[in-house]
């Protein structure tokens, strides 16, 4: 069974390009996953200058792809990514997955799974449910943006949407409300007929993680959940945000024979990650009050309070899958 990962980048994300390419994308062309294909996913470059190095780049590494749109989280990428699969390579590779930087593969294990994957209607990551009472409309699940992965005949239904859709000179597809949103949201979306019908697939098959979920895990195991067994489930990646930093990725790396916490797991930061991550956190909340100053938080600890409370808040409207955890707030770095 074969397999695509588009790997989400931006242009000035040369570093952390190269950090896959010398860690876990370099097994793959070693042939560790021989059926596995891995490409870079970038927006359409704003001018020449930028259009001459992603040129420059590919010339020496071949692996990257352009979408048909500017460069974007939540206008369309996503769901441009797997209606270009389905036409450049129409019946090439069974799967096609979505992955963001901050992903470590483990791609032997990863293959091996693949053979254990339903063939048809397989829609795989991190499950998560959405709150009825909250989005006020009937329910659909989603998988967490980190790591999203199709069966083929999804993502032509993905290149169906996408193929009907409007969108902007830019290429975003944001203009019909029913694609604004999160993108891992919106992917969702388009699979909520078959969801509400129990057509679809969300980690269906034989393989050593599965539909059960528990705060966000979506991994089963033997061990009491929130123990230490329980955090080294073995799915074939890893989602944290130290991978956001070189530094980090690179640790993995030097790591990957260790027992480590798979699946969505918390930052095992460096004590300069750490300060890195919280300098950028208090400036995105700067950034949210210089444009609405009643932003109910004022630094990272408020802001991870507030989360909590809305969790709660939510989970006291009717939690079905009781998938989102209760979260301390971080520590303030040394």
């Given at each position: 069974r074969t397999l695509i990962i588009g790997v989400f980048s931006v242009l000035g994300d040369l570093e952390r390009r190269d950090a896959m390419r010398t860690?876990?994308?370099?097994?793959?062309?070693?042939?560790?996953?021989?059926?596995?294909?891995?490409r870079f996913v970038l927006g359409?470059?704003?001018?020449?200058a930028e259009q001459k190095r992603l040129y420059d780049e590919n010339a020496t590494h071949g692996d990257l792809i352009l979408v048909p749109c500017a460069e974007n989280q939540h206008k369309g990428k996503t769901l441009h990514w797997f209606?270009?699969?389905?036409?450049?390579?129409?019946?090439?590779?069974?799967?096609?997955?979505?992955?963001?930087?901050?992903?470590?593969?483990?791609?032997?294990?990863?293959?091996?799974?693949?053979?254990?994957?339903?063939?048809?209607r397989f829609y795989g990551g991190v499950k998560v449910d959405p709150y009825p009472g909250m989005l006020k409309q009937r329910p659909y699940a989603f998988v967490n943006g980190g790591l999203e992965l199709l069966s083929a005949d999804l993502v032509s239904q993905v290149a169906g949407v996408v193929a009907r859709a409007k969108r902007s000179s830019e290429g975003f597809l944001d203009g019909d409300p029913y694609f604004k949103g999160n993108e891992d949201v919106v992917l969702g979306k388009i699979?909520?007929?078959?969801?509400?019908k129990g057509r679809l697939g969300i980690n269906a098959g034989d393989f050593p993680w599965s539909?059960?979920?528990?705060?966000?895990?979506?991994?089963?195991?033997e061990f009491p959940p929130g123990s230490p067994e329980f955090l080294l489930r073995r799915c074939p990646w890893r989602h944290a945000k130290d991978l956001k930093f070189v530094s980090g990725y690179l640790r993995q790396w030097e790591r990957?024979?260790?027992p480590i916490c798979r699946c969505n797991c918390p930052a095992e930061y460096s004590e300069e990650e750490a300060r890195a991550a919280y300098a950028a956190n208090q400036k995105r909340i700067d950034e949210m009050r210089a444009k609405n100053p009643n932003v109910p938080f004022r630094t990272p600890e408020e802001m991870e309070a507030w989360k909590t409370r809305m969790r709660?808040?939510?989970e006291g409207g009717g939690n079905a899958g009781g998938v989102l955890a209760k979260r301390p707030p971080p520590k303030k770095p040394p």
């Open positions: 860690s876990w994308v370099s097994e793959v062309l070693a042939g560790a996953a021989p059926d596995m294909t891995v359409r470059p704003d001018n020449k209606a270009l699969v389905h036409r450049r390579f129409p019946g090439r590779y069974d799967y096609a997955a979505k992955m963001d930087q901050d992903v470590y593969i483990w791609p032997g294990e990863l293959q091996d799974h693949l053979q254990g994957f339903a063939s048809e699979f909520q007929a078959d969801y509400l539909a059960d979920s528990y705060q966000g895990t979506a991994a089963t195991s990957r024979g260790e709660e808040r939510a």
